[in-house]
């Protein structure tokens, strides 16, 4: 799980220090890592992609956020 967070998040260089800040960030990235393994819509497409793509595309966020209610 950390190689997968490290690489979708590059969260070993997060800046994010102060008080529970960095479990609360590690626990809305962990979710979100889940969130996005749930969509195969797109098999060969790596997370990083996914998130990257999610960020730019309201539909395809959209269709990520869909397999929460479809489980």
């Not at 220090?17 to 890592?33: G, I, Q, T």
């Not at 998130?51 to 959209?62: M, P, Q, V």
């Amino acid at each position: 799980m950390h190689w997968s967070l490290d690489v979708t998040f590059n969260e070993d260089s997060t800046r994010v220090r102060k008080d529970n800040a960095p479990e609360n960030l590690s626990v809305l990235h962990k979710f979100a890592v889940n969130i996005l393994k749930l969509e195969k819509s797109k098999k060969r497409r790596s997370l990083k992609a996914k998130r990257f793509k999610a960020s730019g595309s309201l539909s395809y966020l959209e269709k990520v956020l869909s397999c929460i209610s479809a489980d």
